[in-house]
């Protein structure tokens, strides 16, 4: 008997309870469940630089700048970007991001750089919110120009 009330002690101090396992599990789901949440009003801006996110002091071209219209823009969806021209000669790099709710803008008409979701507007010549839900501003994204050559750095 004593071989079976010591092997219940080693149990207890090395193996796993059913309550720390039920619970560790639980932990886990809810950790997984909030990290594919985000907080509205405060996405993420986007990656610049290579795929891994990191500009690692490489630039990279993205237009010309007679691909540009003054006093509007154009958008670049697969880099994420809204590149305008407030004034000839003067470019300027948005995030393509909504801080309203993360959606993607898709439009720029009439001076302003237009979101789908929920009708936020921004300025061309700063990102800064022209018509709301959104009460944020665009990210605006490092750029230079270089050669006619319009890049992200």
Partial sequence: MGDSANSEQVCRDRCASRRSVVAAAGATGVAALLAGCQVYGEPSPPPVGGPSGSSGGAARPVA???????????????????????ESGRIRAFSTVCTHQGCAVDQIAGGTINCPCHGSKFAVADGSVVAGPAQRPLPELPVRVENNTILLT
């Fill in 64 to 86: 010309r700048v007679d691909e540009i219209p003054v006093g509007g823009g154009r958008i670049f969806a697969a880099e994420r970007v809204v590149l305008t021209q407030p």
